[in-house]
């Protein structure tokens, strides 16, 4: 009877596990294994390692598997559950989420001084998600061309953007197209684009260096990527999932300051590939990185009355 009886229970036991068991469907609205996915995959795998019987993560892939743009949506109707994406990405359903661009304050410091309470309050309302963690900060956003620039003014500059860059470039007389990260090398080829914006990392993913001759600088804005939750899955989870998931990833927030040295790297392998930089003098880059602040202010004021002047008290430094 014994070893009958003992099978029976493990047989129970590993029922009770499974049962308990939560998993997510997770889209990434970056390539899969590039500079901006690679946190979020680590992310994955170390959850799925360590949080055997309580939570799993599907990761069901990147823009092939669901455009970039249609991430947002995805998540607030639920039909995935967990996303790495950049708010410029899903402004279509929430405008004030381009803003993250905008701050240099430490999400640290965001946490507490009501930064990430005004934000988290309108992911709530807008996309019905909670943003668990920022993956990417302290990076900058930078223009890049191909034909040579004397001055700020880009008058006959067709630009590939995101709404990261709308404003700004508009403002400085350039035209503008946007799309998705995975058009941008063929728009270069085709020299349907003069350029585009981009941060200073992960150009070599997509070997946009093969079709970029300039850099400009200096850089402006601080590139967001982050992890964000269908809010009624995450109010769904056993205490335990929850409490793990919200750990995992703060502990993953919490490596941020990786990036600086990366940019350092990043800048120098441009180089090394051959991609000029234009710099502005010192009045110039001021008045250029100013104007870009300005004028996205404007932009996120303009897109959200209702929230924007509030969240540049707390977001802007
Ligand atoms: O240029 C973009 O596609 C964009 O908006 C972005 C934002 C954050 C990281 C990388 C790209």
Redo the contacts with the bound molecule.
């Keep these: 009877m014994k070893p009958i009886l003992l099978g029976l229970s493990v047989l129970l036991l590993t029922n009770a596990a499974t049962a308990q068991e939560v998993t997510l469907r997770a889209v990434t609205a970056f390539t899969e294994n590039t500079t901006?996915s690679r946190p979020f995959e680590h992310f994955i795998n170390r959850v799925n390692e360590d949080g055997k019987g309580i939570l799993r993560i599907n990761y069901i892939g990147g823009p092939k598997a669901m455009p970039p743009f249609e991430v947002g949506n995805a998540l607030k109707g639920g039909v995935i559950d967990i996303a790495n994406a950049?708010g410029?990405f899903y402004t279509n359903v929430m405008p004030e989420a381009d803003a993250w661009k905008l701050t240099e304050r430490p999400m640290a410091e965001l946490r507490q001084n009501g930064g990430y309470a005004a934000m988290a309050a309108i992911y709530a309302q807008k996309l019905n998600a909670i943003f668990l963690a920022r993956l990417?900060d302290n990076n900058p956003f930078h223009l890049y061309v191909n034909k040579p620039i004397a001055t700020t003014d880009l008058t006959g500059l067709k630009l590939r953007i995101?709404p990261?860059y709308r404003d700004f470039f508009q403002a400085m007389n350039a035209s503008v197209m946007t799309t998705a990260?995975g058009e941008v090398y063929t728009a270069l080829e085709r020299g349907v684009i003069d350029g585009y914006?981009?941060?200073i990392h992960a150009l070599f993913d997509l070997n946009w260096q093969e079709k970029t001759k300039y850099r400009v600088d200096p850089g402006f804005y601080n590139?967001?990527?982050g992890l964000i939750m269908n809010l009624d899955k995450y109010k769904g989870l056993p205490a335990k999932a929850r409490a793990f998931l919200e750990r995992e990833a703060l502990d993953y927030e919490r490596r941020n300051e990786f990036w600086k040295t990366y940019n350092l790297s990043e800048a120098k392998r441009q180089a090394e590939a051959g991609i000029q930089t234009i710099t502005f003098d010192a009045a110039t880059a001021r008045a250029y990185v100013e104007k870009a602040k300005e004028v996205g202010w404007a932009g996120a004021i303009k897109a959200s009355p209702q929230y924007g002047p509030q969240l540049k008290k707390v977001l802007a430094p």
Excluded: D, L
């Design positions: 901006y950049t410029a990417v995101t990261v990260p914006g981009w941060p590139a967001e990527v």
